[in-house]
């Protein structure tokens, strides 16, 4: 015979049917969402990768990272990203936040910093929940989701409280973004500072230090890494 029962309890007294109000079931606590098929594939394709031999590993640049979700480029597969991590932010609104505050706004996609660590609170807590005994998670109630929480409500504040909030920093950013040539050019008087040889090293050849910063000051204007 099994020890759960099978009738909903009831509220009420007497034995007039309208004061009996049946309670429907629900559970305690919802389950983690699970992530799709997709997502899924990364995970054991991750999965395989960290248990190989170092020599017969791919390449990291190769592989998709959920937790990191610019690197998931595939279409079909950030669209799965970004389901999952909706129902995740969902799912910790229910289970997580008592006072409104901690409550992840509706527009995180529109806040980098929550899109970005969203990704990697959802990525441990499914890494987490995987394992054979409580410990992880048990480290993620302590430590992961708090730090998420106490930096979010700092973020935040008091914006973005019943609509989504403009970005308080744009004026701030826009001067810094005006005033980029500046830092570039103070970066190039840096490198033309160091001693000894220039070597270029995407052609081997060896340069004086002025053409050298000349060649590091347009790769930092292209956006593209020194030597």
Known sequence: MSRFTLTPPVTGTGSDPQTRQIEQPQPMARAFPLPGPQLRYVYEELDEAAGAVRALAPRRNLLYRPWDPPSC???????????????????????YTWNADAMIPSCWPHHPHLVHEIAVLADQRHAAGLTYTSNAL??????????????????????????????????????????????????????????????????????????????????????????
């Open 73 to 95: 480029t595939d279409p079909v597969l950030r669209q799965e990203l970004w389901l999952w991590l909706d129902a995740v932010v969902v799912w910790l609104n229910t289970e």
């Open 138 to 227: 048990e480290e993620w109630h302590r430590y992961a989701l708090p730090a998420f929480s106490n930096r979010m409500t700092d973020r935040i504040r008091s914006h973005c409280v019943e609509t989504h909030d403009d970005w308080p920093g744009t004026a701030r950013h826009a001067r810094g973004t005006a005033h980029a040539p500046d830092r570039l050019q103070r970066f190039a008087q840096d490198i033309a500072s160091l001693a000894g040889e220039h070597v270029d090293h995407h052609t081997g050849e060896i340069l004086d230090p002025t053409t050298s910063a000349e060649q590091a000051l347009e790769r930092l204007r292209r956006g593209q890494p020194g030597g």
